[in-house]
């Protein structure tokens, strides 16, 4: 994990403190509860959220709050986050989350819902120690509901062939845009930084998360599992038709219907035509356009961030996730 941090070398030392904070908040009595904890604490990835958090917390020159307080907000982030992917994986069916077994996958659906509720009440409990009496319960409930939409609109255009392309983004902009805009408006509100600069990092959240998504959806048809670490083409057996299928889709309807129209019940051998079909027709290429006009306003917005290493930081940051190689 400590190799992962160096690539956030300004907050490195605050996203230890985050790890170990996540590490005491999952604690039971209860010996198989807590070894199901243990695997939820040891399933974090990249720590974005957390991090970029820190970043713009670290805008002003004298942060306008203690560190705890802002380690405890990092890690609600974190945690947050961490739900919605265990229910993800329910959801999904997936076997595999960044190279280990799902939770739903060793301890059945049933554990795994529970599991993901509880790091919900966790991740409440921290927003009543941090937030109470500010006006950021309510932009946090506001996210998570926004999130929770993101879901359930995905849910509800599985297997619909003709999903514009705006509906495609608007969820997006809901399941993962929203965490990344909280994460960066918040860095920054409590922060101490001035009202201009945090309706900034809020936009600049939103970009860098709309772009991130986009790649991700990009990488389940440019990728491998052994690179992935989850199954490829997973969306297309589930019925979530994700931008590059959209827009292929679009140039060529007629190729794909005969596919798409087996909805679950579509092989793995289906799947792959799909696949070679969405390269065929450029989706892939288009699709990494508009990622590209994302991280462009992205980085319109970082330009207009006060001047300092970490505003540089978080531009590398951000370009970082562009080329998605870490």
């Not at 942060?63 to 993800?88: G, V, W």
């Not at 083409?233 to 309807?253: C, F, H, K, N």
């Not at 794909?256 to 969405?278: M, N």
């Not at 970082?302 to 370009?319: G, R």
């Amino acid at each position: 994990m400590l190799d992962l941090w160096k690539r956030y070398p300004q907050v490195s030392e605050q996203l230890n403190d985050v790890n170990s904070l996540i590490q005491k908040l999952m604690i039971s009595d209860n010996p198989a509860i807590q070894s199901l904890l243990n695997d939820c604490a040891r399933q974090q990835g990249k720590m974005l959220r957390p991090g970029f958090f820190l970043l713009f917390s670290q805008l002003t020159a004298t942060p306008a709050e203690k560190s705890d307080r802002l380690i405890k907000i990092a890690a609600s982030l974190e945690i947050l986050h961490q739900a919605t992917l265990i229910h993800d994986d329910i959801i999904d069916d997936s076997p595999l989350r960044r190279g280990a077994i799902t939770l739903q996958a060793k301890y059945g659906k049933d554990t795994a819902v529970y599991a993901g509720d509880l790091l919900f009440t966790v991740f409440f409990q921290l927003l009543i120690e941090t937030m109470n009496g500010t006006h950021y319960l309510k932009i946090n409930a506001d996210a998570m509901q926004q999130l929770l939409r993101g879901e359930l609109s995905q849910m509800a255009a599985r297997f619909q062939q003709q999903q514009p392309v705006t509906a495609y983004l608007e969820n997006i902009r809901g399941k993962t845009a929203a965490l990344f805009r909280l994460a960066c408006l918040e860095g920054a509100y409590f922060g101490g930084s001035d009202s201009t600069t945090i309706e900034l990092a809020g936009e600049i959240g939103e970009n860098i998360g709309m772009a991130f998504q986009i790649f991700d959806d990009i990488l389940d048809y440019s990728s491998s599992t052994g690179v992935l670490r989850k199954p490829v083409l997973e969306d297309v057996a589930q019925g979530v038709y994700t931008l590059p299928l959209l827009l292929a889709y679009q140039t060529a309807p007629t190729e794909f219907k005969d596919l798409l129209d087996k909805r679950q019940h579509i092989t793995k051998s289906e799947i792959r035509q799909v696949a070679h079909l969405v390269r065929k027709h450029q989706g892939v290429n288009q699709a990494k356009k508009l990622a590209q006009s994302f991280t462009e306003k992205a980085a319109e917005k970082i330009s207009l961030l006060p001047d300092s290493p970490v505003t540089s930081e978080i531009s590398q940051l951000a370009q970082k996730l562009l080329k998605r190689k870490f």
